[in-house]
């Protein structure tokens, strides 16, 4: 069930999202109209949504957050040097936005504070999105390898 979230709730949100992306990102990402949906169990924060649309998942594991498409956007839309960016080439995109992974010979540009692991944001040469998902490399790995998934794709635009 969703509930409007809580100042406390708002507070750890934003300052996950800044630590995770940067600075600024948490403002970006979380308004103060935002609802979350709990663990029945456990009573933790899993999903945080705003205007009916998913905005990231709270990932139980490690206390980090998994974007969603929306969530992307917001950040693409409201912060001006947007953080943990893959450009891949134009001509691949179609095939990013059927889900399949991004390799390291497609990447045009990456940010260089990305790390493996990270939560990264595909976008095409045009800055239109196209996924979000993990990166496997680091930004600089990225743009050095000619092989390998830079990025395991989770969630991507469907055509």
């Known amino acids: 069930m969703r509930a409007r979230a809580s100042w406390q709730d708002l ?6 999202a800044s630590f995770q992306f940067g600075k600024g990102v948490g403002d970006a990402l979380f ?11 456990t009573k933790r924060i899993k999903q945080i949504y705003c205007r009916n ?5 709270l990932r139980p594991t490690d206390g980090y957050l998994s974007l ?13 040097k947007p953080p943990s960016i893959v450009v891949v080439q134009s001509d691949i995109s179609s095939f990013i936005k059927k889900g399949r992974n991004v390799f390291a010979k497609h990447v045009v540009k990456a940010d260089g504070e990305i790390r493996p692991q990270d939560e990264v944001i595909v976008v095409d040469q ?3 999105l196209l996924a979000v998902g993990r990166a496997m ?3 600089e790995e990225m743009l050095s390898f000619k092989s390998g998934i830079a990025v395991k794709v989770r969630r991507w635009l469907l055509e």
């Open 31 to 41: 308004s103060d109209f935002v609802e979350v949906v709990r663990s029945s169990k």
């Open 11 to 16: 507070v750890k949100l934003r300052g996950v």
């Open 126 to 128: 045009k800055a239109h």
């Open 68 to 80: 969603s498409l929306a969530g992307a956007r917001r950040i693409l839309r409201k912060v001006k």
């Open 137 to 139: 490399l680091s930004g």
């Open 53 to 57: 649309e998913l905005l990231a998942t």
